[in-house]
């Protein structure tokens, strides 16, 4: 289309819309022709080729760094390092990247997290203030998750027994639309139940009675989430079968129990 106009304004011709059709995305600068075809590229790929190169230009811009290319940047932005043996052990072992989440509450523009930014801290911050921090942060993870396993599983059974033998009746009564709130019921098979399917145990249970959608509480809530666990407790249509699981626990307010275990 370009070259046919170009043609007939050297023949002096003026074009008629019989004979051409002008689509501006295809008539371009000769600059912006495809090496490949010699044809105009379309506006679009155009624009698409040109966010490319931006992009290619700016992860070229992004590199990974060695050791002592870290350090450098942490003294740039105020990290005082007295021992180099030790920065490069912190380093080397938990990670630039990992340790910048302990430098975070040292920085001089800490909370923000936005364009006002800087990762400059305040004057005397120590590499090792950082070190201790994520030390701090691993050894309280350690404890709490020693005792936040048993209060799981204490939940856990105390749901399976109460529930199941409240509704001993109905072995899967954690689908039953009579005892758990609809919307838990329509996402359980996606959310829930397709990832429990591939345990081994259901797996057997699936075999053995191909009849069973669902294996019993007891087996498919063993290897609930607990963060499925909670929402099925949340969903209990009755305020008693929460107050079953509750009170076991020493508390009397359902809303109260929910806000310890969610």
């Known amino acids: 289309a370009y070259a046919l106009y170009s043609d ?45 190169r931006k992009t290619m230009k700016k992860r070229n811009a992004i590199r990974a760094t060695d050791i002592a290319q870290q350090k450098a940047k942490l003294r740039e932005h105020g990290v005082v390092i007295n021992d180099e043996a030790f920065a490069d052990n912190a380093l080397m072992f938990i990670g630039y990247y990992h340790l910048g989440f302990y430098l975070f509450p040292f920085e001089k523009t800490y909370p923000e997290l936005g364009s006002q930014r800087s990762h400059d801290v305040i004057e005397g911050t120590q590499m090792e203030y950082a070190v201790a921090l994520y030390y701090y942060d691993f050894d309280l993870r350690n404890i709490l998750s020693k005792y936040l396993s048993r209060v799981e599983i204490a939940i856990r059974t105390t749901m399976i027994y109460e529930l199941s033998n409240k509704y001993s009746a109905d072995p899967v009564w954690f689908i039953n639309p009579n005892v758990v709130e609809a919307d838990f019921i329509n996402d359980f098979d996606a959310k829930v139940y397709d990832t429990i399917s591939k345990k081994p145990v259901i797996k057997r249970h699936s075999k053995k009675h191909p009849n069973d959608k669902y294996a019993p509480a007891w087996k498919t809530m063993e290897f609930m989430m607990f963060g499925s666990l909670t929402k099925l407790y949340d969903k209990l249509k009755s305020v008693d079968d929460k107050l079953l699981i509750s009170r076991h626990f020493g508390v009397n307010k359902t809303s109260v129990f929910f806000s310890y275990i969610e």
């Open 8 to 52: 007939m304004q050297a023949m002096s011709l003026k074009p008629k819309k019989a004979d051409i059709l002008v689509d501006r995305k295809y008539i371009l600068a000769s600059r912006n022709c495809s090496k490949k075809t010699g044809y105009p590229i379309k506006r679009r790929d155009l624009l698409w080729t040109k966010q490319k």
